[in-house]
């Protein structure tokens, strides 16, 4: 992870946050996958706990701090004003 161009470890275990039927309760891998439900569990971490994930423009920042790269947020409301800002 990176936060202001320094970077950081994040150490985790293999368990994640699960119903009581065993489905994950937030991240769902497809395929039985796992590597989504336990970067989301890295991100947590990093951030604090996952209700921290829930905040405005989580996504972009997860993005940058991923990737140590610059994001863009384009507000829309539609899929429509979306497709127009993209071509």
């Known amino acids: 992870m ?6 950081y470890l994040v150490a985790v275990d293999d368990t994640v946050p699960a119903t009581s039927d065993g489905t994950n309760s937030f991240a769902q ?7 989504g439900p336990l970067l989301e569990k890295s991100f947590a971490k990093f ?3 996952y209700s921290m994930l ?3 423009n989580t996504a972009a920042y997860a993005l940058k701090t991923l990737a140590n790269l610059p994001t863009l947020v384009y507000p829309t409301n ?10």
Do not use: C, F, I, V
């Open 2 to 7: 990176y936060q202001a161009g320094r970077s």
């Open 29 to 35: 891998g497809s395929n039985d996958s796992y590597w």
């Open 47 to 49: 951030m604090g706990s």
């Open 54 to 56: 829930e905040k405005p």
């Open 78 to 87: 539609s899929t429509e004003n979306l497709y127009g800002m993209l071509k």
